[in-house]
């Protein structure tokens, strides 16, 4: 569901959007507008017969019938997908209470002076036909002020269930984003972070770093102990690194035994040092299990250091620090290297 209308485009759709879910007594939702706004804008067929089907010859639509033809035509795929629609929609609320309440005062203003006209006429000893177009009119216009004033009534009621709509929406969101073992920000996270980092314009090209760290020896850790000691020391790892990451700086697990920190505003120098902190501070702890106190032994990490040069993409970067990455592993582990552009330099 793409929405590339213009403004005017989207105020003509909007006025005859108001009359279609007011004949039909629908609810105010964004669900049901943006069934009314494909409906209208005539961009889907399929959908335009599904509606045909559920208001031929019917004064009431059925606001869950509407909600299966969105689900059916509409239903947008994915958390960014979702998050854009809503706030369209959210946005195209706001415009049609707007648009009601603007109706209720012109119609008003156009009611009194059809009024005004009437008894004018009527004191005039006007003709009886121009009396009856005038009392006609007067009443069509009571009609439509009657269906606005239901319209806005029906928003009021609506606005409520759109803000729990909205707030379940951000909070998947934030969800999705999450790590459930960790707690840290997770690959698709990391993605969205990574983009904002470098479409940043006010932050120097050349203090924005990249960390890819690895645990040494993991599957040994998986092998001899299990699984769940194997959760405890990713655990112990990614809270590690969340201690020693401060400030804008992003940490987020990349998948199995691996992370990543997006440094936004660091340079090479300061994120090398960093990452030397990391590595030193995981090497200085030992991690017992905590039924027999048994140690598990030497926890220690590799890691990958790579700056953002101006023109690469980000899977660039990641794959730069990533080769840095396994040059720690494969020289011995527990080390740190730097990549360049050309060559990469070991710590």
Known sequence: MKYNESESESAQYLRMVVPMMARYKLSATPVNYAVCFEYVAETNQKLIRDVDSLINGSEVGSNEDFAAVYERYLAPVGIEEATRVNNYLLELLGELQESVLETNRETSKYSQSLGD????????????????????????????QKVSSDMREKLEKSQHEVDILRDQLQRARKESAID?????TNRAGLATVMLSMLEDTEVAKDSRCLLMVDIDHFKRVNDTYGHMV????????????????KGKDTVARYGGEEFAIILPNTSLSGAQSLAENIRVAIEKTRIKRSGSGESIGQVTVSIGVAQYHTGESSEELFERADTALYQSKNSGRNKVTVAELENNVGV
Do not use: C, E, W
């Not at 459930?180 to 840290?184: A, D």
């Open 180 to 184: 459930p073992l960790t707690g840290l």
């Open 230 to 245: 194997g959760d405890k020391v990713i655990q112990f790892v990614a809270k590690s690194l969340k201690n020693l990451v």
């Open 117 to 144: 006209s009437s008894r004018k006429l009527q004191s005039d000893h006007g003709t009886q036909v121009s009396l009856r177009i005038i009392n006609d009119l007067l009443s069509d216009t009571r009609s439509m």
